[in-house]
């Protein structure tokens, strides 16, 4: 019996219900591991390849550090009574609660958790981008510029831009920055003048306040007329999420982010959570939570808590989270931690240098160690 057949065949199997997450990344998997300790369901685990990958690593693997542990999900979820299945889900009817897998066969469920995360968006910028938002576009990346030093334009000046510009330049790579914001701009002014003092130390060239338009096979246009020649171009902008939710039918918003309420539910089909980037959540006061890890974590955590009212009858408590701070590896020796409000605005607060690269180095770390001890606590 495959373990498709066996997922399907147990279904409603003494009395109990069957909880299915969609998607192993940071969210998914923790929320699957917070099931199985706290609701007594039947738990799957749905995931298009069977290892979990380090997505905050993924700028180090492209410059061509030591490849991250990349457990399977039977090691992460050995002992906790999660099943796992390795299949890409291409349909979800929300209105017979069934999955229709990429094999031909299907899953159903009783509570679903979506999970689905984020890719790059390959609209935003056209002409041949790499990127570095799947383990596949990391490793194609590194591959490129394998051969040695290499001209690399990184268009994004977010922390996903910001850590590959510096940690491409530390590794040998003369490296152009473009950002239509000036860089730094969502930090406060000591961690600006961090950032671009590492930028100016690697030797970063910064453009900032300039529009990327496209990109070809020997660099990027931009919206001044001019050029940034490079051998490889790579996008750092615009993170789009699969189109599952919106197909199924489900609220979703403009770039098809499940809507969801204080305790994840769908806004249109509660008995769908949705967690993660996937997931259009918000803060009580309402202010939208952006895509990171330092959401996704405490968003699995409370889908688990929300599951166990579900089934107990009760009305599930909201999402509680607070910002605390900003991590940002600049390179492997330096970084940038700026504390920030509840409301993630920046505080007049940094920590920067060795120290800063040692929290963060610390954070990633206690991202994948949260994966198998889903109780250790993930938001301030
Ligand atoms: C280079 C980089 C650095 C980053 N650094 C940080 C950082 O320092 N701090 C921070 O907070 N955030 C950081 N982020 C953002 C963070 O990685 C994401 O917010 C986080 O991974 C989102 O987790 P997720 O579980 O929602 O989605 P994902 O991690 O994207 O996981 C989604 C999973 O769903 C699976 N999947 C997708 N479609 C299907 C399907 N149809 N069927 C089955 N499975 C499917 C995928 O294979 C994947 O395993 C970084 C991102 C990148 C790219």
Not at 244 to 254: E, H, I, M, N, T
Not at 308 to 336: I, K, N, W
């Amino acid at each position: 019996m495959s373990m498709l057949q066996a997922v399907t065949g147990a279904h409603g199997t003494g009395g109990r219900s069957h909880v299915v997450v969609l998607g192993g990344g940071y969210a998914g998997q923790l929320a699957a591991q917070a099931l199985a300790v706290r609701t007594d369901a039947r738990v799957t685990l749905v995931n298009d390849g069977d290892r979990f990958v380090q997505r905050v690593r993924l700028h180090e693997t492209a410059a061509g550090g030591s490849e991250p542990a990349a457990p399977r999900f039977t090691d992460l979820l050995a002992g906790t009574g999660v099943t796992f299945l390795d299949d890409r889900v291409e349909d979800l009817d929300p209105a017979t609660r069934r999955l229709g897998l990429r094999d031909g066969g299907s899953l159903d469920y009783d509570l679903l958790v979506y999970a689905l995360g984020s890719h790059a968006d390959p609209t935003v910028l056209p002409g041949p981008v790499h990127d570095v938002s799947t383990a596949g576009g990391a490793a194609a990346l590194r591959d490129r510029l394998a051969a040695g030093p290499t001209t690399v334009a990184v268009v994004g000046g977010g922390l996903t831009g910001l850590e590959l510009a510096t940690e491409l330049a530390e590794a040998g790579h003369p490296t152009t920055l473009v950002t239509a914001e000036g860089l730094g701009a969502d930090l406060s002014p000591r961690g600006g003048r961090h950032v671009r003092a590492v930028c100016d130390r690697l030797g970063v060239t910064v453009l900032d306040g300039r529009r990327a338009l496209a990109a070809d096979d020997a660099g990027l246009s931009l919206d001044d007329g001019s050029r940034v020649p490079a051998d490889v171009v790579v996008g750092t902008v615009g993170f789009a999420v699969p189109d599952l939710a919106r197909r199924a039918g489900l609220a979703v918003d403009p770039s098809g982010r499940v809507l969801v309420d204080t305790a994840l539910r769908s806004t249109s089909h509660p008995d769908v959570l949705a967690v993660g980037d996937a997931a259009a959540a918000t803060r009580p006061d309402g202010q939208p939570l952006r895509m990171a890890c330092a959401t996704g974590l405490p968003q699995a955590q409370q889908a688990a808590r929300t599951v166990a009212s579900v089934l107990a009858g009760t009305e599930p408590a909201p999402l509680r989270f607070r910002y605390a701070l900003r991590c940002v590896s600049l390179g492997r020796r330096d970084g940038l931690v700026q504390f920030v409000h509840a409301d993630d605005s920046p505080r007049d607060l940094v920590v920067t240098g060795r120290v800063a690269a040692a929290v963060k180095e610390a954070i990633v770390v206690n991202a994948l160690r949260v994966q198998r001890h889903p109780r250790i606590p993930t938001s301030a």
